[in-house]
């Protein structure tokens, strides 16, 4: 008579598959070390079936939606994204974190805001899980005021992360000496940042870019710390509250009103209503010098924010004026992002309104560059 096995090899792979698809990745990890069976039905099947579910189901979004999009595809690896996913989640709730650790962390947290899912039509009110995920994390950890974060090379990532988010994990109540403590220094140092008119040149475009065409996150977030607080400081509570969408979900493509049923040529979004909000400092103030924050302490100082409506709409090359004096960007040679070029209307609370004239360009590193000018129009009565 023959013996009967019992246990798992007893099972069919597929069995224990669906059986893991329900489990922890941490569980599955600890049940491949159970026997060399279980190691290779985890770690050496054909294809990626369990660590797609197991990916799926943790819950992320399904980054196939977003990754198509971009100009280089390669397959998605779901069992070392997954696993590197589980493991940032851990270093930042761990008090014995590296430098090293928080950055790759960083790094993974980047990475799943790029890849989360865009928004699409009939489904505009519906989150990211991807999203919720890594607000949950860094709200839970607290990660982002490590004091290590402090000592060591993460400006750029830590920087960037926080320009997605927008202060949306920097809310304080009035009892809070601390957190508003944190934001007023945060708000002098974004100042500073913003109004050194030595971080404007010819070689960063006049803006937040390095020479090489990326994106200085530095200055990005201190751009919008400075327009977020002033914003919030300068509006009335008794009138419509015009401060923009924040948080990752508003960095979501798409996730502009509308959004979901532009032109399809229409890449960047560009037609449409825009709100711009401006500030700036009064250089012309006596004797003008940050002097590391201190200017800001002073009781009067010319800083303005206010609010314009911008009416977009796509045009031809051709038929750009030619007191469109800005350098053009290159044509592109990527044919689903074309250099595209728009104009419209730019009108204030005062109702004055100016020509916008600009275009909109993908570089070759993948940043998206917009470019344009205000004109003042001037309509001459009727003879």
């Known amino acids: 008579m023959m013996k009967r096995s019992n246990g798992i090899p007893s099972l069919s792979p597929e069995i224990i598959e669906h059986a893991l698809i329900h489990c922890h990745p941490r569980d599955v990890a600890a049940f491949s070390q159970t026997c060399r069976a279980a190691y290779k039905i985890v770690y050496h099947r054909g294809d990626q079936y369990l660590w797609r579910q ?15 999009r971009l100009r280089r595809y390669t397959p998605f690896d779901w069992k070392s994204e997954l696993q590197r996913r589980v493991l940032a989640e851990a270093i930042s709730r761990s008090p014995c974190a590296t430098p090293e650790e928080l950055t790759d962390a960083l790094e993974t947290f980047l990475n799943v805001v790029r890849t989360a899912s865009p928004v699409t039509h009939g489904y505009e009110r519906v989150p990211s899980q991807s999203l919720l995920w890594v607000v949950d994390v860094l709200q839970s950890s607290n990660m982002l005021r490590s004091p290590l974060f402090d000592h060591y090379n993460t400006s750029q990532n830590l920087a960037h992360l926080r320009s997605y988010l927008a202060l949306t994990l920097d809310d304080y109540d009035e009892d809070d000496v601390c957190g508003m403590e944190w934001m007023r220094v945060l708000r002098t140092r974004s ?4 109004y050194d008119l030595g971080n404007y040149c010819r070689e960063n475009d006049w803006g937040p870019f390095w020479k090489n065409g990326c ?3 530095v200055h990005v977030e201190s751009i919008i710390n400075v327009l977020l607080s002033n914003s919030a400081e300068f509006s009335d509570p008794s009138q419509i509250d015009i401060r ?35 500030s700036f ?14 200017f800001f302490d002073k009781a009067r100082y010319g800083e303005a924010t206010f609010l314009l409506d911008l009416n977009l709409y796509l045009v031809e090359p051709d038929t750009v004026p030619d007191y469109y004096t800005l350098e053009r960007f290159p044509e592109s040679e990527d044919p689903l992002y074309p250099t595209l070029y728009f104009s ?11 020509e916008v ?15 344009f000018v205000s004109t003042i129009v001037i309509r001459l009565p009727r003879m």
């Not at 197991?54 to 198509?68: C, I, K, M, V």
């Not at 012309?284 to 924050?293: I, Q």
Request: charge should be negative.
């Open 281 to 294: 400092l009064d250089h012309r103030t006596r004797n003008f010098r940050l002097d590391g924050g201190s």
């Open 215 to 217: 994106v200085n996150w």
């Open 191 to 194: 100042r500073c940042y913003v």
């Open 357 to 371: 004239i600009g275009s909109v360009y993908m570089n070759e590193v993948g940043v998206v560059r917009w470019r």
């Open 54 to 68: 197991l990916f799926l189901s943790y819950p992320f979004d399904d980054p196939r939606e977003s990754l198509q």
């Open 244 to 278: 923009p969408p924040c948080g990752l979900e508003a960095t979501r493509a798409y996730s502009a009103p509308g959004a979901t049923t532009h032109n399809p040529k229409d890449w960047p979004g560009i037609e449409g209503t825009w709100a711009r909000y401006v």
């Open 344 to 354: 419209g209307t730019s009108t204030g609370s005062q109702e004055n309104e100016n």
